[in-house]
């Protein structure tokens, strides 16, 4: 114990410098990453930006890492030589991180989404949170966070749903048999049209797409700005069955024929007269 309070009162003056530096030199680091962010908003994308302030803030830091070993007396280049020796078992143990930091360099370069973008990642969907080096962070549309690796990314098909500005919503209609065809057509151009979060341009795609097991099939597909995605869901689904109803057109639940083979006798039917007259 009296030799630690020896070397402290000994090297003094050396702890003082050092937590000067420390005190005054952690602040600048945030300051001048801040600086660089704020500086760079403008010219660079979302994560070219997030990535500018962590190069700083990890470059600054280790120049701050030196100047502290420099002036308490500490040699580097043992530690780097052992460090370089410890990196060569470790590179081997940490393949797999390599490769997520080349997938994530590529991704960076290849800009395939952004920062606020909407992915569907298999059954993932969610908001780019952050783009990183060796992950893709996620928030999900029930607010969970997600952490993807780069290798994922590059190795499996994603989609970028908010990448262009508008997009198509496709939906499925089936209606009875006994329907007219032209008057269906007419119904669904008409809701596309009056409907506020559709747009004018493109037009509406209205397509028979032919016979079904139970029903005409009809596909209207609608565009509209990405922002406005929900509100066009929850709008269009219920206007369409509104108008139906309005108009007297069946949507039609699924039919079955049972049939027995030709050599059996038919189902027996037997109607009944009601009694209640």
Known sequence: ???IFEWISANLNTIVRVAVMAAAGLPAIGI???LAVKSGGKQLTPQGTMLLGKSVRYGLGA????MIFSELGIKLTPILGA????GVAIGFAAQTSLSNLISGIFLIAEKPFHVGDALQIGDTMGIVHSIDLLSLKLRTFDNRFIRIPNENLIKNQFTNVTRFPIRRFDIDVGVAYKEDIDHVIRVLADIADKNPFCLDEPA???LFKGFGDSALDFLLGVWFEKSDMLNLRNTIMKEIKRRFDEEGIEI???HRTLYTGAITDPFPIRLVKDSKD
């Open 32 to 34: 001048a990453a801040k």
């Open 83 to 86: 460090a370089g020796i410890a």
């Open 1 to 3: 114990m009296s030799f």
């Open 252 to 254: 039609p639940f699924p």
């Open 63 to 66: 120049i701050l890492t030196v």
């Open 204 to 206: 509406p795609l209205i």
